[in-house]
């Protein structure tokens, strides 16, 4: 109501040209300022910083990439995305190509396909638990089947690459359906004559959706996957529960610096290291996927 | 003809087996008798359904508490993210003003920005800002990461409803804001709980800022992540809680499906 009523003072004779607008956005702004300007300016602090003398230093640094957790953090964080979201790009773009032609019964499916959307990482990992776990349903099913007789230990430090594999089957579950919604909006805001004009002119649908429908999604795939990949760095939940600290991973090392050893220092060096990551595949994708539209055009 | 649509079916059926299983079969594992779920061979349908699992995760230390903890910090998220959000999604979608632009490249950045890794940082301010361990201070962070979703689902909203039915009211001898309060608001209401839902699950469901910004005031994704890391909390606590997380998430994500691809369709241009 506060909103209507600033807006009294200049009076409904102009309410497009004032300056009403930017005071319904400065709570925004402000609140953002706070909240995120600052404490990345801190983060920065935290990492550089002595936290007696505040003299500059790189020492959590040196104690992070020292850190004994420090390689594997790296590596499995990449190895999870790497594998985790172009499976969840391709699931996501099959999803939203159905939902688009439009079935009888799409939207149950879009529904139902959407629906992780309200589960957690945490909650995803406590599910998958239930089926990887040691008398689980997968190994329950196998014996059904008759491929074991005796439980199968998926998730052991003693195998490494399964719970590699167990953490990236629970992660495409979950967050394929943002992929999913993501390209659909991107679907729908695509014309229908222009997949008509190309069947007019003799193009087969492996065709249309290559050279009509993927190059017009673009914005919402790269959308996608930059979303996706960020999350990714900012994998916590499932890896916990699935893996513990066996599968270390950026965001869990914060945590344990945090939480464990009380440094906030290198936790923050940690939130560091996601940050500049996270910018630099950004970066990366919106200049990888411009080039190509430029080669596209030539 | 027929064999497209007999692999459209088959897809179909898969993809949707694929995403319903894992949810059928973690709310057969909550209401299983607990000495089934750790017995060789084990069956996949109990013979008789219990609601001991539940109740023993109900019951257990802290759980009430924190259940209430996220349950207060969702509502609080949602009052904060709406008292500063919802301004400005009626701005972007009623003025056309210099910058406008830029606001929304800014909200999308924020939707994309790794935000929950900010809150080691904003723990050492909330200590000296006597935030840490508060429920408020959660619903802080938790405000900062809805900021962006209420605002494109508000400004959705008052796209969808024409300004012209505010000014036919203002010419009839309303104000400015009753007509706004009269005409828009009750016409944006099922669009503005929508977002309201949807800020609820985020805040319910988000684990990390909570994990560091509480110690004592755990929400419930904080508290089960203690207990798995620390405790080692027995299989069907585990699995208890895992249905006990996803039931309200579910309802909710059912009641605002209209508005999905809203919340998610943005797109870098």
Do not use: C
Not at chain 1, 207 to 218: A, M
């Amino acid at each position: 109501m506060a909103v209507a009523e600033a807006d009294l003072a200049v009076g409904p004779a102009r309410p497009r040209v004032s300056w009403t607008p930017y005071v319904l956005i400065l709570p925004t702004v402000a609140f953002l300022a706070v909240f995120f300007i600052y404490p990345m300016v801190q983060a920065v602090w935290l990492g550089v910083s002595d936290p007696q003398t505040g003299a500059l230093t790189w020492q959590h640094f040196r104690r992070m990439s020292g850190d004994l957790y420090f390689r594997g953090a790296i590596r499995y964080t990449l190895t999870i995305t790497l594998l985790a979201v172009p499976l969840q790009v391709a699931l996501g773009l099959a999803i939203a190509l159905l939902v688009n032609l439009r079935f009888r019964g799409h939207t149950m499916f879009l529904y139902l396909t959407a629906l992780p959307i309200g589960i957690s990482d945490l909650a995803a990992g406590l599910i998958w638990l239930s089926i990887f776990t040691e008398r689980g349903y997968l190994n329950s099913a196998l014996l059904r089947v008759g491929v074991v007789r005796d439980p199968v230990l998926f998730l052991t430090i003693e195998r490494p690459d399964w719970l590699v594999g167990a953490v990236v089957i629970t992660e495409i579950w979950r967050a394929t359906a943002i992929v999913m919604v993501i390209l659909l909006a991107g679907l729908q805001l695509i014309p229908k004559d222009y997949q008509e004009t190309a069947s007019v002119f003799g193009a087969g649908r492996a065709q249309t959706l290559r050279h009509v429908i993927l190059p017009l999604l673009r914005p919402s795939l790269q959308t996608a996957l930059i979303i996706r990949t960020i999350l990714a760095f900012q994998l916590f939940g499932t890896v916990v529960v699935l893996a513990g600290r066996q599968i270390p991973v950026l965001a869990g090392e914060a945590y344990f610096w945090y939480s464990l050893y009380r440094s906030p220092n290198v936790a923050s060096a940690y939130a560091l290291l996601i940050l500049v990551s996270s910018a630099t595949v950004t970066w990366l994708y919106l200049r990888l996927l411009r080039i190509r539209e430029e080669e596209a055009r030539v | 003809m027929t064999l497209r649509n007999l692999g459209l079916s088959a897809a179909v059926l898969l993809i949707s087996a694929w995403v319903a299983l894992p949810l059928v079969l973690i709310a057969i594992a909550a209401f299983t008798p607990r000495e089934l779920l750790y017995q060789w061979p084990r069956p996949f349908w109990p013979e008789s359904f219990t609601l001991e699992t539940m109740r023993f995760f109900l019951r257990s230390t802290g759980v009430w508490q924190s259940t209430l903890n996220s349950v207060m910090v969702a509502v609080l998220t949602i009052a904060l993210a709406f008292a500063i959000a919802a301004p400005a999604g009626y701005a972007i979608a009623r003025f056309r003003f210099r910058g406008r632009d830029s606001v929304q490249l800014a909200i999308l950045m924020v939707k994309m920005f790794p935000a929950t890794v900010l809150s080691i940082p904003l723990a050492v301010a909330f200590i000296r800002w006597r935030l840490y361990d508060t429920l408020l201070g959660v619903a802080i962070v938790h405000t900062a990461l809805s900021i962006p979703f209420v605002i494109v689902i508000v400004t959705s909203v008052f796209l969808g409803i024409s300004y012209e039915l505010e000014e036919a009211a203002m010419t009839l001898g309303s104000s400015r804001a009753q007509a706004f309060a009269r005409i828009a608001l009750p016409m944006a209401l099922p669009g503005l709980a929508a977002s309201a839902i949807f800020t609820f699950v985020l805040s319910w469901n988000e684990v990390f800022a909570a994990t560091i910004l509480t110690l004592n005031n755990r929400t419930l994704p904080a508290l089960i992540i203690d207990s798995v890391l620390g405790a080692g909390a027995p299989l069907h606590f585990r699995f208890a809680g895992g249905f006990f997380m996803i039931v309200p998430a579910l309802i909710i994500i059912f009641l605002i499906r209209r508005y999905l691809l809203t919340l998610w369709g943005v797109t870098v241009r």
